[in-house]
């Protein structure tokens, strides 16, 4: 993904010539309006999404076992 910094120098870059004086002082309102923008967004770091994703297989899997185990005791109590 491209940093705040890369997306606010594109987009600067994109300007007319004609803007070209002031571009410098638009590159700095682009970035601060892309951070405000990305702070209300609520996103999380990469890691602690993927920390969050094993979490959930693990849990995923003791749930698959647990009424695998369910099952069987049912089976057996009905038999």
């Known amino acids: 993904m491209r940093s705040i910094e890369d997306i606010a120098a594109r987009l600067s870059q994109a300007l007319p010539p004609q803007?070209?004086?002031?571009?410098e002082e638009i590159h700095a309102n682009f970035r601060a309006i892309l951070q405000s923008q990305l702070a209300k967004l609520d996103l999380v770091p990469?890691?602690?999404?993927?920390?969050?994703?094993?979490?959930?297989?693990?849990?995923r899997g003791k749930l698959d076992t647990l009424e695998r185990q369910v099952a069987a005791l049912e089976a057996e109590r009905n038999a």
């Open 19 to 23: 803007v070209a004086p002031l571009r």
């Open 46 to 59: 990469r890691e602690e999404f993927e920390a969050a994703r094993e979490m959930l297989a693990h849990t």
